[in-house]
């Protein structure tokens, strides 16, 4: 049955996952946006700046493990949002970016065009370094087709691709689009990498099982959680991977950070035969930060789609399929040895006293949060926060933690919200606040209520401990907690342990109204994880002797 193009484009989008459509109109765009409200097939959310829609959208196809939209107008507004689009290319992301465009006969005036950097496929060609697959909707009849094959990458390579909608056709008639036989890797190849994989397993003596992102991009934490208790190995996260499993009951170790974590569980991992990467990125913030290198020609590698295990490459093997395929070796009866989950030391009794808050207090007082009422999910964005973030839990954690772009915590909490009606609790640094903190005046109108905990020491802090004498790396210090009122919120100033606890109770109580914990901390104050990385990164980095 025929329906209008921005019909069939938000039922495709529904039927494959997709739960709202974060944006920001524009005059390319308000046709678009006028369908999308019409038909309300699909919430539209809109916020007040591209960089935070994009965000949004990659917080939201991250939680839920689909697709995440966002709908902006030509130029201005996608060229607006190349960055946080970036981010999600870089981390394995599905964003669906649908973008306004002139109608055709604009384009053919022989105009230069408002919006228009050079040429009016000047935002395509940027968007071709961004994205997986790209499709233009210009025509009623191939319309159907080229969106589904458009939506069906981004599932299937886990990363953003672009749509570009003339501003004459999204009204415009044309038929369902249709649901593509999806390719199915090679059973014999398939097969064959599943008995080698095992094999190196099974004639390992320290092997280790390392997940990362892609595990959550494809839906498939639960069975690897039942693969590693098959399996009887270890397991770990990677930094990038951290709040992965959390609740499950696989034997889960902790997360690897190289010299910024615990060096017994690095000599683990470096020290192991037999490395198993489930859809773990190899990135420097992964991996560079090492005592020793670990050397990959030993590990096994499970990522973008493929398997490499030292020299042996099976290609376009899906890591949904060889996960499948391994269970099918392993029977759910099969004895397996018992690997002790790691169950951290007690930590010492926090005391809410006067004293002046640290980074390590937050993730204390986080933690005996959890411990009262249960774990929320955490949104982090890049710096200290993160670090700090390592130390609490278990839990689920959403954070750039390889592409590192500032500024992703706030609409990134705010987009966690709108996919799961999970309330979370957004950990970011002043100077990331300043960049995206005010999307948090578009919470009240939609329900969302977060708990921001703003690591407030009037700098670009983790910059600043590498650059110590430089003046650049300092902020002005901004009253976060009295700008809250003006945008819906609540905010609190914290200053000491005391009012640290006293305020995030507070905060967890109050429901419908986001409320801020605007928290001073002394300049220099770092996370002990901070300051382990930054002594790796200094050690490594030093000239060695002559």
């Known amino acids: 049955m025929q329906a209008t193009l921005t ?61 995440g939209v966002a709908a902006v107008t030509y130029g ?225 590698q499970a990522l973008e789609g493929r398997v490499v295990m030292g020299h042996h490459v099976y290609p376009e093997l899906p890591l949904a399929a060889l996960i499948d395929a391994l269970l099918e070796r392993i029977p759910a009866g099969e004895a397996a040895a018992a690997v002790a989950q790691a169950i951290a030391a007690p930590a010492p009794e926090w005391i809410a006293d006067e004293a002046p808050v640290a980074p390590l207090d937050i993730a204390a007082a986080v933690n005996d949060l959890f411990r009262r009422h249960g774990p929320m999910p955490l949104a982090s964005d890049v710096g200290d926060c993160l670090f700090t973030a390592m130390d609490m839990g278990p839990a689920e954690l959403i954070a750039p933690g390889y592409y590192a772009s500032m500024g992703y915590g706030v609409p990134a909490g705010l987009g966690l919200q709108a996919a799961t009606g999970q309330r979370s609790i957004i950990l970011v640094g002043d100077g990331a606040f300043q960049m995206t903190g005010w999307e948090l005046g578009n919470a009240g109108r939609y329900g969302w209520d977060p708990i921001v905990l703003v690591f407030n020491n009037a700098a670009w802090e983790m910059l600043h401990v590498f650059e110590p004498e430089a003046r650049f790396n300092a902020l002005p210090a901004w009253d976060f907690a009295s700008m809250a009122a003006g945008m819906g919120g609540d905010g609190m100033v914290v200053r000491t342990r005391a009012q640290l606890k006293a305020a995030l109770a507070r905060a967890h109580t109050t429901r419908g109204r986001f409320q801020l914990l605007d928290i001073r901390l002394a300049p220099g104050a770092l996370s002990p994880t901070l300051e382990r990385f930054v002594n790796a990164v200094r050690r490594l980095s030093a000239p060695t002797a002559a």
């Not at 390319?28 to 994009?54: C, D, K, N, Q």
């Not at 507004?77 to 992301?93: D, I, S």
């Not at 095992?198 to 639960?222: N, T």
């Open 7 to 67: 019909e069939q484009l938000l039922r495709a989008l529904k039927q494959r996952g997709a739960t709202e459509i974060f944006g920001i109109p524009g005059d390319f765009a308000l046709p678009l946006f006028r369908e999308f409200e019409r038909s309300a097939i699909l919430p539209l959310y809109t916020l007040s700046h591209e960089p935070g829609v994009g965000f949004a959208a990659d917080a939201s196809g991250r939680v839920r493990g689909g697709l």
């Open 76 to 300: 201005a507004g996608a060229l607006n949002m190349v960055n946080a689009v970036a981010g999600a290319y870089a981390e394995r992301v599905p964003v669906v970016v649908v973008s306004g465009a002139p109608a055709t006969h604009e384009a053919a005036s022989g105009f230069l065009l408002h919006h228009q950097v050079k040429t009016l496929d000047s935002q395509w060609k940027v968007y071709q370094e961004i994205t997986v697959d790209q499709a233009r909707l210009d025509d009623p009849s191939t319309a159907p087709q080229r969106m589904a094959r458009v939506l069906d990458a981004a599932l299937r390579a886990s990363r953003p691709v672009y749509i570009e909608i003339p501003r004459d056709m999204p009204a415009r008639l044309c038929d369902a689009v249709p649901v593509l036989p999806w390719p199915q890797p090679d059973a014999e190849a398939l097969a064959a990498c599943a008995d080698e994989l095992l094999a190196r397993l099974r004639a390992a003596k320290r092997p280790i099982l390392m997940v990362g992102v892609e595990v959550r991009r494809y839906g498939l934490e639960s069975r690897v959680a039942e693969l590693a208790r098959r399996l009887g190995i270890p397991v770990v996260t990677s930094f990038m991977g951290r709040g992965l499993l959390a609740d499950s009951n696989a034997a889960l170790r902790g997360t690897y950070l190289g010299l910024a974590g615990d060096p017994e569980l690095a000599a683990e991992v470096e020290g192991a035969d037999a490395l198993l990467l489930l859809g773990v990125i190899v990135s420097d913030t992964n991996f560079a930060v090492s005592a020793r290198r670990i050397d990959l020609r030993h590990a096994i």
